[in-house]
């Protein structure tokens, strides 16, 4: 079970010996919210990592309304990024998560040599992140159902796809189809991974291909696009979901704007790329917010099982 490693802060009240008056600074060890003051040096009196301004409408927010709040903004709405032990412990039953290939790790097989060598990178992500790639794969319940759940987090390499995330999601695809099981992938990816080069690019039609036996068995797929979700995981499996949903505000692209900008030499139409543009034109069923989600996919998956039930019972 590794969705319950968030640790709660303590109060430092624990070592008090029964029948002892707290200590008289007991209060101050309370995790009190720190006041913002207007002084003229904003740098000076806002405590660094306890308030994040937002990007949209610039409140100040406090940190662990944040995370209370899932990561989304209480006053304007705009998700900021989340990780994916946080979305999966957002979604799953309690302690109902199983966690797959939860060692895999990346072989530098090209001994890629950049400003920085491939394995030192991946290392040093590894500390960061505490993740062993860019991505969790897993089965667990949400609501009544049991599904094979993979979420990506961008904090790992941007979200790279290399020959990990394509595996892992190649194995927990084909679990899924083995077990008769609805497929949730949860996507945000910068794209293929650069330090694998071929490898990576492989992994695209791996996992479709691993796709289309899951959806010949018939299984629903519903895949879940969150900012941002570009190239290469855009152009493979993060699309072909039997429901494509999205958050909102996502940003959800094969090549840059301005890439795009520059070959076709075409004036972009506004909101070019955003979850609310594509829903309009068609690539999206839903956008659905953070809040909803789990909800919303509890819906979604009760709709599909009946009709799994009803295709099963036709024959
Ligand atoms: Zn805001």
């Known amino acids: 079970m590794s969705t319950t490693t968030f640790i709660k802060k303590t109060l430092g009240l624990e070592t008090v010996e029964p029948g002892v008056t707290p200590p008289t600074n007991a209060e101050a060890s309370f995790a009190r919210k720190p006041k913002l003051s207007a002084g003229k040096s904003k740098k000076r009196d806002i405590p660094e990592g306890l308030w994040t301004k937002c990007p949209k409408c610039a409140t100040m927010i406090f940190d662990k309304e944040l ?12 998700h900021f990024g989340i990780g994916a032990r946080e979305r999966i412990h957002a979604l ?3 302690c109902s998560f199983e966690e797959m290939d939860a060692q895999m790790v990346s072989v530098d097989a090209l001994t890629f040599t ?3 060598a ?10 960061a992140t505490r993740l062993k790639d860019a991505v969790i794969t897993g089965v667990g319940k949400v609501g009544e159902h049991r599904v094979a759940l993979g979420v990506m987090d ?3 390499l941007g979200g790279s796809m290399g020959s990990v995330v394509g595996e892992k999601l190649t194995r927990l695809i084909e679990a899924a189809t ?11 990816s910068g794209g293929a991974r650069m330090y694998e080069g071929m490898f990576s690019l492989m992994q695209m039609a791996k996992t479709c291909g691993a796709l289309a036996y899951h959806d010949k068995a018939r ?11 570009t190239a290469g995981v855009m152009a493979s499996f993060a699309t072909v979901g039997d429901l494509i949903i999205a958050e909102p505000g996502a940003m959800i692209g094969f090549a840059g704007p301005r890439v795009i900008k520059d070959t076709t030499q075409a004036e972009l139409p506004p909101g070019f790329q955003t979850a609310e543009f594509l829903v309009e034109h068609g690539l999206i069923d839903a956008i659905v917010p953070r809040k909803e989600m789990k909800e919303k996919l509890i819906y979604y998956l ?4 009946e009709r799994m039930k009803k295709t099963a019972a036709l024959g």
């Not at 491939?118 to 500390?127: A, G, P, S």
């Not at 083995?178 to 945000?188: A, C, D, Q, Y």
């Not at 299984?219 to 979700?229: A, D, G, K």
């Not at 009760?302 to 099982?305: I, R, T, W």
């Open 178 to 188: 083995e077990k008769g099981l609805p497929l949730i992938i949860i996507s945000t």
């Open 114 to 116: 950049g400003v920085a």
């Open 302 to 305: 009760d709709f599909l099982a």
């Open 67 to 78: 995370d209370e709040n899932l990561k989304v903004c209480a006053k304007c709405g705009h």
């Open 118 to 127: 491939y394995t030192d990178k991946l290392e040093e992500y590894q500390k």
């Open 219 to 229: 299984l629903p797929y519903v895949s879940v696009l969150t900012h941002p979700t």
């Open 154 to 156: 961008f904090s790992f």
């Open 92 to 94: 799953v039953e309690t």
